[in-house]
């Protein structure tokens, strides 16, 4: 009789966002005269910029001539893509990565949770709390995560790092030892960034310790202040320690194309098995890689035309945070992120938990967000307001919840 991975029982109920998902359509069902206003999902709503749209037109063109048709890719990923990224977002910032250590995929989410494979089943992981939930989920469901207390929403053989109003929502590092700690700046959900001194401070502490660190990279893009690296490779010895998750979703409004890559450095290495190795052969094993057209449309993104337009998109999304971060404060709510991220996090008021605030806007504003709780319980009491939607959808919600 064939028995089925118990680890998945442990895990508490279904994913956050379709959590969010369902609560909005039973609502949406009851009331359907009522317009809901979605500031919850981080999903784009801009289209695709033209440089990317010419450059799927042009690939699908491609695909139809026997002498330019491509089947499947190579297992990395194009060169011409690879080598794009390298030199744009690696060597023009002064970070020392080759093509070849760069391995193109359908997206940061699947990376972020297929990279613990690489790793000992008895490796600990170390998370921000709050935490993007597919970090904690994905070792939960390789075993790594010990048992889950539902009186304190945590697993017990997770180190939990808080990221509190009090430290700015960058967590200290920890006085346990971790093998494995994932940190994501621009921070989801907090809006949080890092500096350059304090991620150089992460960097020191896991060569010393001998940790990895899983760094998420997908919101780069939306860095205004000078001080916060836009990679972790900016850092002297991260090559040594760090592996680097990256994402076209948010900057390039890839959702629904999907595309991503992850960076494992040659100098990063267990004794002398290469990390780099180890993740070659699992995605050589696992993925046939990003389709032709879809790559072509990321190499677009590197063009002169393409950055310009990816700029302009970027400012419209982050014109939106700071619109939302403005209002709530000026309702005099609590409220931070929204200046490097496209993400404002907002103190619930009074002494509502995270979700009670969520049913609460949704039936007296009709605008719905994310509860700060379902990223961990240091997100009790939290609640999380994306600036992905459009302008005018994104006053509204503002206004709407300033009348309350």
């Known amino acids: 009789m064939f028995s089925v991975n118990e680890n998945y029982g442990k895990l508490p109920g279904s994913y956050l966002f379709s959590t ?7 609502y949406s069902k009851a009331n359907p005269d009522k317009r ?58 002064g970070c020392h990565i080759e093509a070849d250590e760069i391995f193109i995929s359908d997206g940061a989410k699947s990376d972020s949770g297929n990279i613990q494979e690489i790793f000992s089943q008895d490796s600990r992981i170390a998370v921000c709390d709050p935490v ?22 945590t697993w017990s053989n997770v180190i939990y790092m808080p990221c ?48 990895v660190i899983i760094y998420d990279a997908a919101y780069e893009a939306y860095i205004s202040q000078e001080d916060v690296p ?4 900016e850092c002297r010895g991260a090559r040594t320690c760090a592996i680097e998750l990256r994402s076209f979703s948010k900057n390039a409004g890839f959702t629904g194309l999907r595309l ?64 939302i971060r403005n209002g709530l404060e000026e309702a005099g709510y609590q409220a931070y992120g929204g200046v490097n991220a496209p993400y404002v996090w907002m103190k619930t008021p009074g002494n509502m938990t995270s979700w009670e605030f969520f049913d609460y806007l949704l039936e007296n504003a009709g605008v719905a967000g994310t509860p700060g709780s379902g990223f961990g319980p240091g997100g009790e009491g939290y609640f999380r307001l994306t600036a992905f939607g459009s302008y005018e959808n994104t006053r509204e919600a503002v206004d709407r919840i300033r009348r309350l």
């Open 230 to 233: 836009h990679s972790i490779y």
């Open 260 to 323: 991503g890559f992850t960076v494992v450095p040659k100098d990063l290495l267990c004794g002398e098995v290469s990390l780099r190795g180890l993740w070659a052969r699992r995605h050589g094993t696992k993925y046939n890689g990003a389709p032709y057209i879809v790559q072509r449309a990321g190499e677009a993104a590197y063009s002169s035309a393409g950055k310009e337009q990816l700029r302009e998109q970027v400012a419209y999304y982050m014109r939106n945070a700071a619109y």
């Open 36 to 93: 809901i206003v979605r500031l919850g999902i981080g999903d784009v709503t801009q289209p695709l910029a033209p440089a990317i749209i010419e450059a799927l037109h042009h690939a699908v063109d491609e695909m139809g001539k026997a002498e330019t048709f491509r089947g499947y890719a190579p297992d990395q990923g194009y060169e011409f893509l690879r080598s794009v990224i390298a030199e744009n977002d690696y060597k023009n910032r």
């Open 20 to 26: 969010v998902g369902k609560k909005i359509g039973d």
């Open 132 to 153: 993007y939930p597919v970090y904690v989920d994905s070792n939960a469901m390789a075993g790594r995560a010990g048992s889950f207390c539902r009186e304190s929403e």
């Open 164 to 211: 509190t109003e009090a430290n700015g929502f960058v967590p200290e590092l920890p006085k346990e030892h971790p093998d494995l700690i994932y940190l994501c700046f621009p921070n989801n959900p907090t809006g949080a960034a890092i500096s350059r001194d304090r991620l150089q401070e992460w960097v020191d502490y896991a060569n010393r310790t001998g940790a």
